[in-house]
C-alpha cells in the first residue's frame, strides 16, 4: 500500500525516462547557478548580473542557498512536487527582477519560464499524480 507521500509511479517507462531526462536539464542548469552564487570570490559575471538588476552582490550566498535547497528538494522523487513550487516561485522573483529593470523580453525575462517549463514537463512525465492534475488531452480524431 502506498501512503500519500511517496511519489505516484509512473505506468509507463518511456514516460518516466523521459521526464528524468527532461528533468535533468534544469536540475543541472539550476544547480551550476547556485553553486556559481556560493562561490567566493563570487565569479565577476555574477557580480555584474546582480549589480545591474539591482541586488547587492553580498545577497549571493542568500539567494544561492534557497535555490541550491530548491532543485535538492525537486531532485527528490517523494518531495519532487514541493521542489516544482519552490523554484517555479524563485523563477518568478527572476522573471519580477527582469522586468522591472527593462530587461529584453525573450533573452531575460521569459529565460526562467523556459526553465520553468522543463521543471514542470519532466514532473509531469515521471508522477501520475501531475498529470492527473494537469489533463491534455488529445485532439477528437472521430470524423
Known sequence: MQSGTQSAPVTST??????RIISAIPVL???LDAIMKLMRPLPAAFVEGATRIGYPPSTMPVIG???????????IPRTSVLGA?????????????NVRVGNPMFSYVLAPVYVALFIWGGLF????????LIPVRRPDTRG
Open 85 to 97: 513550487i519552490l523554484l517555479t516561485g524563485y523563477l518568478g522573483g527572476a522573471v519580477a527582477a
Open 125 to 132: 512525465f515521471r508522477d501520475d499524480r501531475v498529470r492527473a
Open 29 to 31: 542548469f539550476l544547480l
Open 65 to 75: 542557498a534557497t535555490l541550491l535547497i530548491s532543485v535538492i528538494i525537486y531532485a
Open 14 to 19: 518511456k514516460g518516466l525516462w523521459a521526464g
